[in-house]
């Protein structure tokens, strides 16, 4: 049995962005849309109280954006 000669490997490699190729990126998509999506909420519980978060993100919420919105009666205004 001869033994062949090969001048390079016969295998192709994998498309790589920084070290993560195709096939793990949709091995952890699941987990870091779970990760992702956990860090979005902490974010919104802790700038609920935020008046510039409020203004921006908070009031604009269609059915829950009047929650935020603080109307003082005239009777209680300093005017």
Avoid: C
């Avoid at 921006?56 to 300093?78: L, M, N, Q, T």
Wanted: hydrophobic share 45%; proline share 9%; charged share 15%.
């Amino acid at each position: 049995m001869a033994t062949q000669y090969f001048s390079k490997l016969p295998f192709k490699s994998a498309i790589r962005f920084g070290g993560v190729t195709l096939k793990n990126a949709f091995n952890y998509a699941p987990t870091l849309a779970i990760w992702g999506g956990a860090s979005l909420a902490a974010v919104f519980v802790f700038t609920e109280n935020w008046p510039i978060f409020q203004d921006a993100i908070f009031k604009k919420i269609p059915v829950y954006g009047s929650h935020w919105v603080k109307e003082i009666p005239p009777e209680d205004s300093p005017q």
